[in-house]
């Protein structure tokens, strides 16, 4: 199990540092997009077919599917909350130079009157 929690760890440091180099870019949301739907695919098989997952967890070295699909809910969620805080960071940006173009322009008119 121990080889599992190494790449599963690596896997996620290289999703966030892969969404952090290519924020906002159509690659990383036509990622984004194609995981989740992999993931929900995962989902409703895993909760049809719970023999066959725990088959897999016990070949990469997990006793239960259920500690599996755990596993990859806690690398779904840190990937979902490093994503949402980025976005909310480039909004912020967004709606401070917009502020201070509208603050610079409002000035100028003041000025000009």
């Known amino acids: ?14 999703l966030v540092t892969f969404f952090m180099i290519h924020r906002g ?5 036509a990622g984004v ?4 739907v992999a993931f929900v695919v995962f989902g409703v098989y895993a909760m049809l077919r719970q023999d066959d997952v725990t088959w ?3 070949k990469i070295g ?15 969620f840190a990937f979902t909350t490093v994503s949402t805080y980025l976005r909310f960071r480039e909004l912020e940006i967004k709606y401070a130079r917009l502020a201070r173009a509208v603050a610079l322009q409002n000035a100028e008119k003041q000025s000009r009157e």
């Open 56 to 58: 897999v967890a016990n």
């Open 62 to 76: 997990i006793q239960r599917g259920l500690d599996l699909v755990l596993f990859l809910l806690v690398i779904a």
């Open 25 to 29: 870019t159509a690659r990383s949301s």
């Open 33 to 36: 997009k194609l995981l989740f």
């Open 1 to 14: 199990m121990i080889w599992f929690q190494i790449l599963a760890i690596l896997g996620l440091v290289a």
